[in-house]
């Protein structure tokens, strides 16, 4: 049975830690969304050559956007990626997110993979009204 005093207890540790993250750090600078959109990169690798990507994103923010992708570019890479939006509007064509960014970060395990990218999506306003 719950008591007021562990009520009171979970409420403050909320307060402190109002997102759940353990005490975790959080470094975004704005929100993230948890939407699958078509994705498209492109960087150059080790060798020289010019490699491009594709999946979707397992999450957007301004400031960047993991893709979820078989095809892995390397860490600190120069990226370009281009997040596809639909357009909600009959008839009119999608909206494109671009930005020139880096990859922070590559994971890979049994069941997936992806890469976090972090640019700065400007112009975004434009396409918001």
């Not at 020139?100 to 918001?128: H, K, M, N, P």
Request: charged share 20%.
């Amino acid at each position: 049975m719950k008591t007021p005093q562990s009520n009171v207890s979970r409420v403050a540790a909320e307060w402190r830690d109002p997102a759940g993250s353990r005490g975790k750090v959080e470094r975004r600078r704005s929100s993230r969304f948890r939407v699958q959109l078509p994705v498209l990169t492109q960087w150059t690798d080790h060798e020289g050559q010019v490699q491009f990507g594709g999946g979707f994103t397992r999450d957007v923010c301004l400031c960047g956007v993991f893709v979820i992708s078989s095809k892995l570019p390397p860490q600190a890479a120069t990226i370009t990626v281009t997040v596809v939006l639909p357009n909600a509007r009959a008839g009119s064509q999608e909206l494109h997110l671009h930005s020139l960014g880096s990859v922070v970060r590559v994971e890979q395990s049994r069941t997936t993979a992806g890469y976090a990218i972090s640019c700065d999506f400007e112009g975004i306003e434009e396409i918001i009204r």
